[in-house]
C-alpha cells in the first residue's frame, strides 16, 4: 500500500504580472504585490498539506476496516479451526494411548499363558 501525497510547485507567475513603474505606481502596490505572492505560495502549501491529509484518512479508513475484519471474521474463524485441530490430535492421542495400553495388556495375558 501507500498513499501518494502531493507537491505543488509554483513557477514564475511573476513573469505574467504586470511589470510596475517604479515612479508611476505608489508604494503600497508592490507591498500588496509581495504579500499577495507570499500568500499565494502560503495557499499552495496548505493545498499540499488538506490533500495530504484527506489522502492520509481515507487510507487510514480502509486500514481500519481491514483491522476490524481481521479481528471480528478471520482470527475468530482461524482460533476456531486451531480449537478443532487441537481436539481431534488430543482425540488421537487418546485413542494411540488406548491401544496401546490393550496392546501391552493382550500381549501380557498372552505370555502367562504361553
Known sequence: MGVILPLIELEGT???EPLLAP????PAAARVRRELRNLVDR??????????CRRLAAELHRTQ????ALERVFLPEYRDTIRFIEGTLEE????ELFHRER???ASRSSWKEG
Not at 515612479?23 to 505608489?26: E, F, H, L, M, N
Not at 476496516?65 to 476490524?68: E, L, M, W
Open 14 to 16: 511573476d513573469a505574467h
Open 23 to 26: 515612479g508611476w505606481t505608489p
Open 43 to 52: 495557499l499552495a502549501r496548505l493545498a499540499e498539506i488538506e490533500v495530504s
Open 65 to 68: 476496516r481491514r483491522v476490524n
Open 92 to 95: 488421537r492421542e487418546r485413542e
Open 103 to 105: 496392546a501391552k495388556s
